[in-house]
C-alpha cells in the first residue's frame, strides 16, 4: 500500500512538473516571438517581456528546487547548514525583488521591518527558499489592485515573519490545508490554484528548525490573510 502511494504522490508530482515547465516553455515561446516580431524595438516593450521571462523561469526554478527539497526529505538526506542571520536584510532583498518583478500587478506593499530585529541561527538557503515559497503563493493568490503585507517582529522567544493579503482570491477552507502536499486552492477563477507543494515543504523544514508555519486566517470584508512563519530565537544563542 505505501509503494502505490509512493507511485501516486510520484505520478502527481510528474504531471505537475509537466504542466509548469509547459507552461513556461509556451510563455517564453510567445515572449520570443513577439521579440522576433518586433517588439524588441520598444524599450518598454522589451523590458516588460524580457521581465516576463525572467519571472517565469524563476518561478520553474523554485518549483524544481521544492521537488528537489521534497525528495531528500523523504529519503533523510536532508543537511542544514546553520548560520547566523541577519532576517532584516535578506527581508528587505527578497520583498524588493519580488515588488520590481511583479510591478505590472499593482499590487501595493506595506512593508514593516524593525531595524532591531535579532539575529537567528539557520539554514539560510532554506530560509530563503520557504520565505520565497510565501512570497510566491501570497502574490499568486492575491487579486490585481490587493495590499500586501510583509511584517516581522519579536513574540517572546520568537521571531515572527507574516506574509498577508487583504484580497486573498481563496476561500476560507483553503487556509486549514494549504501546507498539505499538493493541496490545490479553490480559487475564483478560471483555473485551480496549487498551494501544497512549496507550503508543504517549508513546514517540514521549519519544523526541523523547530519553528512553525502558521496560516492566518482572514476575517471581515476586508480581513488580511496569510502565513506566519515562527523561528525560535533561542537557536541564536545556542548557536553562538
Same mark, same amino acid.
Given at each position: 500500500m505505501k509503494?502505490d502511494?509512493?507511485m501516486d504522490?510520484?505520478e502527481?508530482?510528474?504531471?505537475r512538473?509537466?504542466h509548469?515547465t509547459g507552461?513556461t516553455?509556451?510563455?517564453?515561446?510567445?515572449?520570443?516571438?513577439a521579440l522576433?516580431?518586433g517588439?524588441d524595438?520598444e524599450?518598454?516593450?522589451?523590458?516588460?517581456l524580457l521581465?516576463?521571462m525572467?519571472r517565469?523561469?524563476?518561478?520553474?526554478?523554485?518549483?524544481?528546487?521544492? =521537488?528537489?527539497?521534497?525528495k /531528500?526529505?523523504?529519503?533523510?538526506? *536532508?543537511?542544514l $547548514?546553520?548560520?547566523?542571520?541577519?532576517?532584516?536584510? %535578506?527581508?528587505?532583498?527578497?520583498?524588493?525583488r519580488?515588488?520590481?518583478?511583479?510591478?505590472?500587478r499593482?499590487?501595493?506593499?506595506? =512593508?514593516d521591518l524593525p531595524d /532591531?530585529?535579532?539575529?537567528?541561527? *539557520?539554514d539560510? $538557503?532554506?530560509?530563503?527558499?520557504?520565505?520565497?515559497n %510565501?512570497?510566491?503563493n501570497?502574490?499568486?493568490q492575491?487579486r490585481?489592485?490587493?495590499?500586501?503585507?510583509l511584517a516581522a517582529?519579536?513574540d517572546?522567544?520568537?521571531?515572527?515573519?507574516?506574509?498577508?493579503?487583504?484580497q486573498?482570491a481563496?476561500?476560507?477552507?483553503?487556509?486549514d490545508h494549504a501546507?498539505?502536499?499538493?493541496?490545490?486552492?479553490d480559487?475564483?477563477?478560471r483555473f485551480?490554484?496549487?498551494?501544497?507543494l512549496?507550503?508543504?515543504?517549508?513546514?517540514?523544514?521549519?519544523?526541523?528548525?523547530?519553528?512553525?508555519?502558521?496560516?492566518?486566517?482572514p476575517s471581515g470584508?476586508?480581513?488580511?490573510g496569510?502565513?506566519a512563519?515562527?523561528?525560535?530565537l533561542?537557536?541564536?544563542?545556542?548557536?553562538?
Amino acid at each position: 500500500m505505501k509503494d502505490d502511494q509512493q507511485m501516486d504522490l510520484d505520478e502527481q508530482l510528474l504531471i505537475r512538473l509537466v504542466h509548469k515547465t509547459g507552461r513556461t516553455s509556451g510563455a517564453l515561446r510567445s515572449a520570443t516571438q513577439a521579440l522576433l516580431n518586433g517588439a524588441d524595438e520598444e524599450p518598454a516593450s522589451r523590458r516588460e517581456l524580457l521581465r516576463e521571462m525572467e519571472r517565469e523561469l524563476i518561478e520553474l526554478q523554485r518549483v524544481l528546487d521544492n =521537488v528537489i527539497q521534497l525528495k /531528500a526529505i523523504e529519503r533523510g538526506t *536532508v543537511s542544514l $547548514d546553520r548560520r547566523v542571520v541577519l532576517p532584516g536584510p %535578506l527581508l528587505r532583498r527578497l520583498i524588493d525583488r519580488w515588488q520590481q518583478s511583479h510591478a505590472d500587478r499593482e499590487l501595493a506593499w506595506r =512593508v514593516d521591518l524593525p531595524d /532591531a530585529l535579532p539575529c537567528v541561527v *539557520v539554514d539560510e $538557503d532554506k530560509l530563503e527558499q520557504g520565505l520565497n515559497n %510565501l512570497l510566491a503563493n501570497t502574490v499568486r493568490q492575491a487579486r490585481p489592485g490587493s495590499h500586501l503585507g510583509l511584517a516581522a517582529s519579536m513574540d517572546g522567544e520568537w521571531l515572527v515573519i507574516r506574509l498577508t493579503c487583504n484580497q486573498p482570491a481563496f476561500g476560507q477552507d483553503d487556509y486549514d490545508h494549504a501546507a498539505d502536499l499538493l493541496h490545490t486552492a479553490d480559487a475564483e477563477g478560471r483555473f485551480p490554484r496549487s498551494m501544497g507543494l512549496g507550503l508543504y515543504v517549508t513546514r517540514l523544514w521549519i519544523r526541523e528548525e523547530g519553528g512553525e508555519l502558521e496560516a492566518i486566517r482572514p476575517s471581515g470584508a476586508d480581513g488580511w490573510g496569510g502565513f506566519a512563519l515562527r523561528l525560535p530565537l533561542r537557536a541564536a544563542s545556542a548557536g553562538s
